[in-house]
């Protein structure tokens, strides 16, 4: 079985070097690489091709969201996990748009970094409970719109409700 390769990118050191102890304490995973910009992590995810990126958002020269958007232009097949100390329902949602499919608060990390990278390699998405919990509430939030929103031109509540 060969190593999950994982690049982590992050503009602290500190963070990368706790980042880096916890995944390589788990069998069969290697950190390839670190990144300190946007920029740097874009060119080390060509050059280094990652199994996983680590990403943090606020990064000088490049924030994290574009870095996470040409990086898995470039290379799809990449899994983006998302590490940061912000949160909101707005950027979980422009996280997920950039194609990033894993969202772990660094509150959370040394509770769920393993199963967030783990899930990642797996092919399946990952958010913390907090992260969840922010995205269910906006999800359910824009979904109170008007039913008419989605209803076909035409068609009102009494026929959608015969239908």
Known sequence: ???LRILV?????VVRRGVRSL?????????????TTGRDAVA??????PDVVVMDLSLPELNGLDATRQILKAAPDTEVLVLTMHHSEQLARDVLQAGA???VLKADADENLIAAVDSL??????LTPTVTAFV??????R????????????VTAREREII
């Open 9 to 13: 990118v992050d503009d602290h050191a």
């Open 44 to 49: 080390q995810s060509l050059r280094l091709r």
């Open 101 to 103: 499919r894993g969202y």
């Open 143 to 154: 979904g109170d719109l008007a039913q008419d929103d989605l209803a076909p031109v035409g």
């Open 136 to 141: 269910l509430d906006d999800y359910v939030r």
């Open 23 to 35: 995944l390589e304490s788990h069998e069969g995973w290697e950190v390839c690489g670190e990144a």
């Open 121 to 126: 390699r797996q092919r399946k998405p990952f």
């Open 1 to 3: 079985m060969t190593a």
